[in-house]
């Protein structure tokens, strides 16, 4: 892969992403002495501490480590305090960096700790899944889950640069590949180019080096929304494509990863848009048989669509009382808002899930 840079405002503050491989050598043993002596951290989960132990301690040796447990399920404030402390019992100051080397968790937290430290030190991200690398590492998003509620507390902080490694990709279990694939989809769903891209290798979906040369690519599609709408103000609200149906089949309970939810909301939401928009079927068509095939092996037809119903009554992306806010695809590269009533909502994903 060449390595590929994709520089300019990808948030409200500049942000370098760079692509490339053997970034441990590349981008972070150069900067071992700056990181060392109060100069920085590196941040990680204990699963990507156990398969990168050596690098790490090849590449950054004197650099102090916080380790993390792994899993969504320490995404909170223990967390993040306690990686605070540790900034502060290693002496980091107003010019020390924080590096986060891992998946979006990591990420949300690291680049959290990062803004809260003396009121905001740079941040390094180098994201370790392919969830993390197409989507959450870019954009400026971080926040911790707060109140039994997901990502209530964070803030919009990007990071100096994101590293981007697809070689990290070898290491991540099939599971977490079709989870950063739904983000993939997604993203094709916007781009005409990326969707037919996919759609004439669909057999490559799984391919690592396929997936190399597609992650710049979807980087760039995302900064360049970020870019034109940092803080989520308007045309961001295109990236939560699939998400309502989406994030409400996850909170329903099923058991299916963020990303395979994605997949089944975009599902849901394009028959939706048959429905409420005008369309172009033959496409939405062949963006179901895309995601059909991604999901295969999932068992995603068994979700409680009427709990799932009622949770997207819940959503935060909801303008008015009583309504869903959708975000549907329409045409090739196309999306529109709709705000069904509950009812009718209800109705059809009720209908939908029948006809699977
Ligand atoms: N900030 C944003 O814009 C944004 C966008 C989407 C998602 N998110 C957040 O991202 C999180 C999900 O991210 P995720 O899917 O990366 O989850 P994650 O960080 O929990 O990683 C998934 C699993 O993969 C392991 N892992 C990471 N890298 C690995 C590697 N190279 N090899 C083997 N195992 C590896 C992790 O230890 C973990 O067990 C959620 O908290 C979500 O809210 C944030």
New binding site residues.
Partial sequence: MKTERIKGKVSARESVVVCRKDVFRAELAPRRDRLSGGGGILFT????YA?YRKKIEMNLAGVPVFVMP???EH?NEQTLFSLLRTMAEHGLRRNSTLVAL???????IGGLAASLYMRGIACIQVP??L??QV??SV?G???VDFCGV??LVGAFYPPEFVFADPS??K???PR?IR?GLG?IIKHAALNAELFDLLSQNREKLFDLNFLGEIVPKNIAIKADVVRRDPTEKGLRRCLNLGHTTGHAAELSGADL??GECVLVGLLYESRIARKYSDVDGEYLSALEELIRFVLAGADWKGIDVGHAARLALLDKKNTKQGEITLTVPVKKGEYAMLELPFAAYERALSEIGESL
């Fill in positions: 989960d204990s699963n990507v398969l792994a899993g969504e995404k891992g998946g979006g968790v990591v990420g949300d370790t899944t969830l993390a989507d959450s954009g998003k971080t926040a997901k990502n990290f990709l290491t991540l279990p977490e989870c983000e990863s963020h």
